[in-house]
């Protein structure tokens, strides 16, 4: 008889996740989704959660991970401003970045830039389409794809 430990338990989900001390499972991200900076793993919701809740001037944001010539990949977050926020390519832009510099390690900064659209794309459940969010990137960047 096959005998099966919570140290041998193991479901391979693509997801990232863990135990806390009462046995319960959190759910962290999505392996695909996690970018990699400075040989670190950068967990994109993070930062998603610590910007809303810093900044008032944001109404929705989404990190990506971007190539990059010196790191490699590099977090950059692509912002929807409230409707109310004006100059947003000057001050916020600096304000988002200062957010990031000032709470989180190195290799979460945002080196990747911060971009400004007026939508995410998004699914019909109201979803954020992570894999679409690479072109968003790339028309803000004007880069070929």
């Known amino acids: 008889m096959l005998s099966v430990t919570k140290a041998d338990f193991c479901i391979l989900s693509g997801d990232l996740a863990y135990y806390d001390t009462d046995g319960r499972v959190h759910f962290v991200e999505r392996i695909k989704e996690m970018i990699k900076c400075l040989d670190q793993q950068v967990v994109p919701t993070e930062l998603e959660e610590l910007l809303l809740a810093k900044h008032g001037g944001i109404a929705e944001v989404a990190v990506l991970g971007v190539p990059h010539p010196v790191y490699g990949e590099a977090p950059a977050a ?47 459940s109201g979803k954020i389409q992570r894999k679409a969010l690479f072109d968003t990137w790339a028309k803000c960047t004007r880069l070929p794809l």
């Open 78 to 124: 692509i912002v929807v401003p409230k409707k109310d926020i004006k100059n947003v390519a000057g001050t916020m832009e600096r304000e988002i970045k200062d957010i990031i510099a000032g709470t989180c390690a190195e290799y979460k900064h945002l080196y990747g830039g911060v971009f400004f659209v007026e939508a995410l794309p998004k699914t019909e």
